[in-house]
């Protein structure tokens, strides 16, 4: 099992698709909250689906349990709360959101995560792979540039 995580900022449309084509990707999940926000550009929902199919022939699919919640964004974005309150509490919602029994397997093997953070390192998409890792087993996880 493989899963690729990627992000959109300081990427232009085409670094961000020609990426994702060659990590042959068999579909984008995206675990954004936000995802139709004017700021998304070329990755706002109903765009991204279109581009995906008719550029690489893959699906898109969202699915809001991988995302953070409002509450925690606001946290960590507005009130400026350090990385390790996001992290754990984001932990904690994933376990008890239960993602590893609700999330289908077949979903997340071959997929490319989507978020907006330019890198994994301080993005909910890295904790997403690794908590499932974690619980499933067997699974590689690529974090494309």
Not at 18 to 27: L, W
Not at 46 to 70: K, Q
Request: proline share 4%.
């Amino acid at each position: 099992m493989r899963v690729m995580t990627i992000g959109f900022t300081k990427k232009s449309a085409r670094q961000f698709f020609e990426t994702i084509g060659q990590a042959e990707a068999r579909r984008l999940v995206d675990v954004r909250l936000n995802n139709a926000s004017q700021l998304a550009g070329f990755t706002r929902r109903d765009d991204l689906e279109y581009f995906l199919g008719a550029i690489l022939g893959i699906g898109y699919v969202h699915e809001p349990l991988l995302a953070p919640t409002p509450e925690l964004l606001t946290g960590y974005r507005n009130e400026k709360r350090p990385w390790s309150w996001y992290e754990e509490e984001f932990l904690r919602l994933m376990r008890e959101r239960r993602i590893d029994e609700r999330v289908p397997r077949e979903l997340i093997d071959g997929a490319v995560l989507l978020c907006s953070e330019a890198t994994a390192d301080r993005c909910h998409r890295r904790l997403v792979a690794e908590y499932l890792a974690a619980r499933w087993g067997g699974m590689e996880i690529v974090h494309l540039p």
